[in-house]
């Protein structure tokens, strides 16, 4: 199982970034998948979940209505359009394979992450 993930940077508040997340080595469509992130010294924080046809979408209250979780089943890809950026979401971001209980456990496969900085 690989997990890819892209398109973190810089940006100002009020900014918009779209995360990508190649996945690889295991049947894509079987999969919830989820994004979740880490602050600098702070915990793990579920962001989104998505169904394996991506009918059905979850989030965090903190980023409701700023974020879209989406996937591409043929590309084996999920992303995550972010608008309306904060500093708070200032984080290093991943995407997980399974539903939010399975993505913040402590099992499974990790990516390397995409670091989002919000920052005037």
């Known amino acids: 199982v690989r997990l890819v993930e892209s398109g973190g940077g810089l940006v100002q508040p009020g900014g918009s970034l779209r995360l990508s997340c190649k996945a690889s080595?295991?049947?894509?469509?079987?999969?919830?998948m989820t994004w979740v992130r880490q602050a600098p010294g702070k915990g793990l924080e579920w962001v989104s979940t998505?169904?394996?046809?991506?009918?059905?979408?979850f989030y965090a209250d903190s980023v409701q209505g700023r974020f879209t979780i989406s996937r591409d089943n043929g590309k084996d890809t999920v992303y995550l359009q972010m608008n309306n950026l904060k500093s708070e979401d200032t984080a290093l971001y991943y995407c997980?394979?399974?539903?939010?209980?399975?993505?913040?456990?402590?099992?499974?496969?990790w990516g390397q992450g995409t670091q989002v900085t919000v920052s005037s």
């Open positions: 080595g295991f049947t894509f469509t079987d999969y919830f």
């Open positions: 997980r394979q399974g539903a939010r209980r399975d993505a913040m456990a402590n099992y499974g496969y």
């Open positions: 998505l169904s394996t046809m991506g009918k059905n979408t």
